[in-house]
């Protein structure tokens, strides 16, 4: 009759008729009164979301204090009902360490176990994997399920710190689960998806996880078949900052080994990675076939926005955040698409109100927090801006973006200091992104205005090099990164370097740039060279995109001024060398720093600022821009991020 009973409600229980269950779980309890049967009845009350009701159950006979699965039921009901507290009294505040599993003990047990073969103990072929893979007393004494049950634990009270804000003690408890249940992903998701690590340390913190103790069917072989899939599986969810060709590889086996080719966790992390190497229209094209096997797939809709928001889809963002709103208005991702949408259209305040409805539905949506600062940046609220950025920076302590924007917010507030300590935070985190770079560069070429500290400018120009290096391998498209070059480019003209500038700015125009900050630039420095016809045709060009830009005016009357000098010496101190009836004196050092202090123009902004949808699931990274202006009178600088 138990086993009747026990498939009967097991049956019920797999096609959703949870009042068949409960209803043939209460009968087994009177009969058995068994732990196990109470246990199952309570999870029949946490399906249905009868969570007080579950409780009940569990807090007859102690069950709660004796059975690590009944603990671990009761508190996920604490924190299903919002009592954390409670929660964590049930749970404790102390992880079982001793249960972790290292590969060193595993080692040492296999080890263990090929004498005890090699001496004819061939009874030992035949013993279980978990017994081969115990790595303490404690462990050993563990049955599998309690294992599992108690790194659930370990994750349940990461969850309760997380609520609580207490990050630090939430990422301890995360990486203990893992560690003890290699197989608990909840946890290890949570610590990707949050951005608890930096790059480095998730990498480190995958090649400490023990897979050995992976055991299917007690069969070594099929074991460590299994353990090296998940382990794949794994690598794919880490960071795509920082080595690619692991993640390609581990992509590859998937798709070629395990026919995963077309499975969404596998082509939203190939869009990820695509994202971040600002590979847009491609990453679009992935995440667009996941949503039209799975429509409302919610983890691939922020690289999808922002995605769509980089390529100005502003249609399809529009027709994309109605349908959500309709269908999943519960879901934080449909507010992030609604804001999506709105900062695509420039109405920021509209932008900001859905933004903060996202991020107030989910408390560590990412996307949701680097959105709404950017409201605030696109508006140029820098002090705003700062604060929220400030915010996403604390919730999400693994991901250089915040840092990134800081630093940039910094920039365009003119606080040097600031911006370098940031942009050095950022760059602990992630040595190679291309926009961090930039923003570094811009840094170094303000400081190298100063006399003291010379050594700053040839920093600058490595690291526009490194920016742009770093854009080539990824493939980037080049239109992406023509800020850059246009930095690197001021930054060789000051430096002295004026062939170098010239190729530069000629390879931008080549690239398709129609800036008359970049016609000018160029004028500016043929005078330099003393090809003044040269420089007049081009700054024809540059009044001819912008008529009043005032920078090209004044240089276009030097360099005519200049070329209608028959012989001799001009009368103006601004002298630019061979004219075309004569010799002029060469302008000094001191001459070419005033024109420096009173050329002014506008720049084309570097790139967008990034939302990461990942930023954890990264990030997932919209943009917004805010347009630099320079007045006639200012100094000619190099552009940072708006």
Known sequence: MEKFLREWRQDALNRHQYESAIFVGDKLLALTNDDIDAFWLAQVHFSTGNYTRAQSFLNKDNLIANNPSCRYLAAHCSIKLGKIDEALQILGDKNPMHLISTKEATRQKLRHVDVNTRAGARHHKASSRSERFVTSEERDREDVANLKFEAGMCYLRGVCYAKGNSFDRAKECYKTAVKIDVQCFEAFEQLMTNSLMSPEEEWAFLEELNFDTINVNDNPSLSQEAAQFAKTLYTTQLSKYTRPEQFIAATETLSTHYNLSENPDILRSKADLLFTQCRFK???????????????????????????????????????????????????????????????????????????????????????????????????????????????????????????????????????????????????????????????????????????????????????????????????????????????????RRYGDLNGALTTFEEVLRLGAKDAGVFAAKGLVLMELNRHWEAVIALHEALAIAPQDPMATDLLNRALEVNETESGTLGSKWNFGQSIGGVVNHPSDEEIEELDRKIGGRLREIEQNRVAGRVGSRPRRNQATLEEESELGESMAVDSDG
């Open 282 to 492: 491609n990453a679009l094209d992935l995440t667009s076939a996941i949503l039209e096997r799975d429509k409302y797939n919610v983890a691939t809709l922020p690289i999808h926005l922002a995605c769509l928001h980089e390529l100005n889809q502003k249609n399809t963002l529009f027709l994309l955040a109605h349908d959500l709103a309709d269908t999943h208005p519960q879901e934080p991702s449909t507010w992030l698409a609604v804001g999506v949408y709105y900062l695509s259209i420039n109405r920021i305040a509209d932008s900001r109100r859905f933004f903060s409805k996202a991020s107030m539905m989910d408390p560590h949506f990412g996307p949701a927090w680097i959105g709404f600062a950017h409201t605030f940046a696109a508006e140029g609220e820098h002090d705003q801006a700062i604060s929220a950025y400030s915010t996403a920076a604390r919730l999400f302590q693994g991901t250089h973006l915040p840092q990134l924007f800081l630093g940039m917010q910094n920039l365009q507030l003119n606080n040097m200091s600031l911006a370098s300590e940031y942009l050095a935070t950022a760059y602990s985190l992630c040595k190679v992104d291309p926009l961090l770079l930039n923003e570094i560069g811009v840094v170094k070429y303000h400081e190298g205005a100063d006399p003291t500290r010379v050594e700053a400018l040839p920093e600058a120009i490595g690291l526009f090099r490194r920016a742009l290096t770093f854009a080539e391998r990824n493939e980037s498209d080049k239109e992406a990164w023509i800020p850059t070059r246009i930095n690197l480019g001021h930054a060789l």
